[in-house]
């Protein structure tokens, strides 16, 4: 299905908003670049979208990069590929490449590489005459190290580059736009705490990641600029053995995005305050700049729970929910999925059952086939 408009670009240069049925307007978190919010992955967005504390996997990269230096293997790669949005469009897809190298045993390298297409957008003048199509697209090329610090405690830092081109360089309206460039680093933390129980060997675990700290994106030669969404996630796990060959996992994440929250009263006052606000200025005005005080503030942090069941490390059964307030983008889902793990190669599939109505996320699909690396580089010796 062809979509006909430019304005449905724009609509995903923002925020992908999902409006509540009620009298209350919602005012949500308004920022550029929303690809870069959207799990890429199947085992995290299979438990709800979460995976700050969850045990370390191939693609830690997007929800923990500090997880890398507790993973069991020393190599691994994955590709993950994303039908996005498919009640709406069929041809809007977000592909990901990640990988990771423990070179020593407390550090670790990893990088990803995440590629947005918006599919073919066919153009259209005020008369109703065609103008050609455009294929808008968004990436992102990160690359990050991982150290533990203590025996239990790892740490990481990421820097990012980041591509929006929404229009391919051709002018809307009579204004020229132009592709956005911006640049970002991520900050994480995690803590695996080991506790001995009579059926083997849990772990209590935590994890933090503040994402996309960086500069604002610009799509008309600076004249105007957008916040980046910039995230902040906290998030737990706790790894229970049943016995020897089950293990059960419980996880729960936490999500506040660091981005201001527009006032539309400061607006008329001065149509310029958001362009002149500079990244950290906005960084720390979101934790209070909200119209409707404290109340909305707490409105804006949107919450993840998800289990995950596993039987001789081969077979992973997996649920969750993801909760947002309706006032902050109302994406209320149930997520569910399946994992099978066949010596160094493992395929995980994922499921979105929405909770509110006319959610355009329902029944989205996301695939990751993985690699053991170092497990492979041994089995062909």
Same mark, same amino acid.
């Given at each position: ?77 994955? !590709? +993950?590929?994303?039908?996005? =949005? *498919?009640?709406?469009?069929? &041809?809007? @897809?977000?592909?990901?490449?990640? %990988? ?52 239990? !405690? +790892?740490?990481?830092?990421? =820097? *990012?580059?980041?591509?929006? &081109?929404? @229009?391919?360089?051709?002018?809307? %309206? ?52 957008? !916040? ?10 706790? &790894? ?142």
């Amino acid at each position: 299905m062809k979509k006909v408009a430019l304005f449905l670009v724009l609509l995903f240069s923002v925020n992908s908003v999902i409006f509540a049925d009620d009298d209350t307007p919602p005012n949500p978190v308004i920022y550029s670049v929303p690809s870069l919010t959207i799990s890429p992955e199947a085992r995290g967005a299979a438990m709800g979208d979460l995976g700050a504390a969850t045990e370390a996997d191939v693609s830690s990269q997007f929800w923990n990069p500090a997880k890398y230096v507790f993973a069991e293997s020393d190599a691994g790669m994955a !590709f +993950s590929f994303t039908p996005w =949005l *498919r009640r709406l469009v069929d &041809d809007i @897809n977000l592909s990901y490449l990640t %990988g990771y190298w423990k070179f020593h045993p407390r550090r670790a390298l990893s990088a990803s590489l995440r590629y947005f297409s918006l599919g073919q957008i066919d153009m259209y003048n005020a008369n109703g005459g065609s103008e050609g199509s455009v294929y808008p697209n968004e990436f992102a090329l990160d690359v990050a190290y991982s150290q533990k610090l203590f025996d239990n !405690f +790892s740490a990481a830092a990421a =820097l *990012r580059l980041i591509y929006s &081109d929404l @229009n391919n360089k051709r002018s809307l %309206g009579g204004t020229e736009t132009y592709p956005g460039v911006a640049v970002a680093a991520d900050v994480a933390m995690y803590y695996k705490n080991p506790i001995q129980l009579p059926t083997g060997d849990a772990n209590l675990n935590f994890g933090l990641n503040i994402s996309n700290i960086g500069s604002k994106i610009s799509y008309d030669e600076n004249a105007t600029s957008m !916040f980046i969404p910039t995230t902040f996630r906290l998030g737990t796990s706790f &790894d229970y053995p049943i016995d020897e060959f089950q293990s059960f996992s419980v996880s729960a994440d936490a999500y506040k995005m660091l981005v201001p929250t527009i006032d539309y009263l400061k607006v008329a006052e001065d149509i310029n305050y958001y362009n002149n606000m500079t990244p950290l200025q906005g960084i720390i005005s979101s934790f209070g700049d909200a119209p409707g005080g404290f109340t909305e503030e707490l409105q804006e942090i949107a919450w993840s729970v998800g289990a995950e069941y596993a039987y001789n490390k081969q077979f992973f059964v997996r649920a969750g929910y993801f909760n947002e307030h309706q006032n902050k983008g109302n994406r209320k889902f149930f997520t569910a999925g399946a994992g099978f793990k066949l010596n160094v190669f493992q395929l995980d599939a994922s499921y979105v059952i929405s909770v509110a109505q006319t959610n355009p996320l329902d029944q989205t699909l996301r695939f990751s086939l993985s690699f053991d690396l170092f497990g492979l580089q041994n089995l062909l010796r």
